[in-house]
């Protein structure tokens, strides 16, 4: 039988720091929503070490999908769900009233309208106080903050040119407009960054969907 599992060295590398912050700023109990959760490592790792909050993966790949639905059922973790497939530009989420959006490494490998799309749905649908964590590279004042995530950010627009290290500042302001007020910017080990948007009391984006 073909086991459907993929492996990430890099979901390995980061995957204790990027606890380690989570541990901090998510409640210790209720629904998170993992978005692009990819080969699902992170999904393992995070609803194993937090077993008080129910780990809602998801992912726009098939494989990707196939590889988390793999990786759950060999953990048997009771609070780790089956994957959605999700892209954040679809208007139904299928999930809604949410404690926490977990978003790893995503915003440099799509276009800036994913991104936008991604705050929109996260102010809609996050309960007030609930947290949005990114994590992964960011441009500061407009410049790299290593010459690799420079390197990197020119490897990826050559790939698609609507890719790219995105500047912290832009992405803070995408969470003022959708009332997610940028609580802390954590420096990560490899010149990545953890960002923790938190949903201000009674703020709602455009329209009331929450599906």
């Known amino acids: 039988m073909t086991d459907a599992r993929q492996h990430s060295p890099s979901a390995e590398r980061n995957r204790d720091a990027i606890l380690a912050v989570l541990r901090d700023v998510l409640p210790a109990t209720g629904r998170v929503l993992e978005i692009a959760s990819g080969t699902g490592e992170h999904a393992v790792w995070f609803a194993g070490a937090l077993p008080g909050l129910d780990w809602q993966p998801s992912d726009a790949d098939a494989d990707a ?3 988390i639905a793999a990786w759950a059922a060999h953990a048997g973790l009771p609070n780790l769900r089956a994957p959605l497939a999700l892209d954040v530009r679809q208007p139904d989420w299928g999930a809604a009233a949410l404690d926490a959006v977990v978003c790893i490494n995503m915003l440099h490998i799509s276009p800036w309208g994913a991104a936008q799309a991604l705050f929109d749905g996260a102010g809609r649908r996050l309960v007030d106080g609930g947290v949005l964590y990114l994590y992964g590279p960011y441009k500061r004042g407009g410049a790299h903050t290593a010459p690799s995530n420079d390197a990197f950010d020119h490897w990826l627009k050559s ?27 954590v420096a990560m080990p490899a010149n990545n960054f953890s960002l923790v948007f938190r949903k201000r009391a009674g703020a709602r984006s455009a329209g009331e969907v929450v599906s």
């Open 65 to 67: 999908r196939a590889s």
């Open 159 to 185: 790939r698609n040119p609507e890719w790219g290290v995105r500047d912290m500042e832009a992405v803070v302001a995408l969470g003022e407009a959708a009332g997610l007020a940028c609580e802390k910017a």
